[in-house]
């Protein structure tokens, strides 16, 4: 069973979407302000946040950058917003999915168990190291390292780096990345790709006009090389 930390100030819906998700099988630990979430998610392992954006104490992108600045954990947004930048700008601002309201439970159901459902899978069957050059990708420990150099990454760039390691030498599109990594149909992620990737070049003490591994091919995608000439999975 996971552990869904419930984020939402109105006490009938709370109510409501706390009743849903235990009939999905999920234990559930409601609360009703951003500082009570960040209070969780430091003190529980939590398996997946779903934050309102209406909450009392915070401004929900706030709360959603807190929570990112403590916790890799996945986070389903649900708002009332539907508007494509408003949606680009939460997953660029580190959200995982989101639910338009109003949903209906069995909707909120399988979008969590979606989402929990990538995060288990994220790493490659096999569990094998992959190396690419100096660079050293363990799924297993979902550990990567440049050297003698630890990387910290977060969840998704670790997915993202993983992903692209395991192919390296192959041109992978950003809408292969929107399915495999995102796991979402291609909702204009180009910019979100684009941001994630900034930030893995920059921990891989790259630029895109200076790179060293992530190549842009343009108009076609992104591709991950061994600067050396030569990769290999361990």
């Avoid at 104490?57 to 649900?78: C, H, K, T």
Wanted: with cysteine; proline share 5%; net charge negative.
């Amino acid at each position: 069973m996971a552990l869904v930390l419930l984020v939402e100030d109105d006490h009938a819906v709370r109510t409501a979407m706390t009743a849903a998700l235990r009939e999905a099988g999920h234990v559930v630990q409601p609360v009703g302000s951003a500082l009570d979430a960040l209070r969780a998610v430091t003190d529980d392992h939590v398996d997946l946040v779903v934050l309102d954006l209406g909450l009392p104490d915070l401004d929900g992108f706030e709360a959603l950058r807190l929570l990112r600045g403590v916790s890799d954990v996945p986070v389903i947004i649900a708002t009332a917003r539907t508007d494509e930048p408003t949606i680009v700008r939460l997953l660029n601002a580190g959200a995982d999915d989101y639910v338009t309201k109003p949903f209906s439970s069995d909707h909120l159901a399988a979008r969590v168990g979606a989402v929990l459902r990538r995060s288990k899978a994220a790493a490659p069957a096999d569990d094998g190291r992959i190396e690419v050059g100096d660079l050293v990708v363990d799924p297993a420990t979902r550990e990567a390292s440049v050297g003698a150099t630890a990387l910290t990454l977060t969840r998704r760039e670790f997915d993202l780096l993983a992903y692209l390691a395991a192919r390296s030498g192959k041109v992978v599109s950003k809408s292969e990345l929107c399915r495999e990594v995102w796991r979402q149909p291609n909702l204009h992620l180009d910019q979100t790709i684009d941001v994630h990737l900034s930030w893995l070049r920059r921990k891989l003490g790259e630029t895109a006009a200076d790179p060293r591994f992530l190549h842009t091919v343009r108009g076609v995608g992104i591709k991950l090389v061994d600067p050396c000439g030569t990769s290999s999975p361990a």
